[in-house]
């Protein structure tokens, strides 16, 4: 097995409700060290940036300003094989098809506002990390 770091991000619709400290103890309890961690408003710019990958498809815009409208957490998350650790803690991205005990399961509101984003690969994660933290912000 592998020691992985992903990056993960707890939602404006859970900031909102104030479940960072429930969601960070599922993510915990399933083996995943928080090893960077910040509280951060996206502008609408951070928030195109980040979701460029997703710029030509019909819910871009919504989905931007979704993840402008209130504080996310942006944090990384180390652990044997993180990236689909933290993807099977967080649930399938409809919360209606998650698993009973995941975070989107226990906490979403809805597709979009599901309460957390997680890398989706492994490459991703690299990417999406360094958007959001230096290399020292990052304390194993």
Do not use: W
Request: with cysteine.
């Amino acid at each position: 097995m592998a020691i992985e770091r992903t990056l993960s991000i707890i939602k404006p619709d859970a900031t909102r409700r104030n479940l960072t400290g429930k969601i960070n103890a599922l993510f915990e309890a399933g083996g995943l060290r928080i090893v960077a961690q910040r509280r951060i408003q996206l502008s609408r710019a951070q928030a195109e940036a980040f979701y460029a990958a997703h710029s030509a498809r019909p819910f871009f815009g919504s989905l931007c300003a979704f993840m402008t409208s209130g504080p996310v957490v942006v944090q990384v998350l180390e652990g044997e094989n993180a990236v689909a650790r933290n993807r099977e803690i967080m649930g399938a991205t409809d919360p209606a098809k998650a698993a009973d005990g995941t975070v989107r399961k226990q906490f979403a509101e809805s597709i979009e506002a599901n309460s957390a984003h997680g890398s989706d690969s492994l490459d991703n994660a690299k990417i999406e990390i360094a958007f959001f933290f230096a290399g020292v912000d990052i304390v194993g």
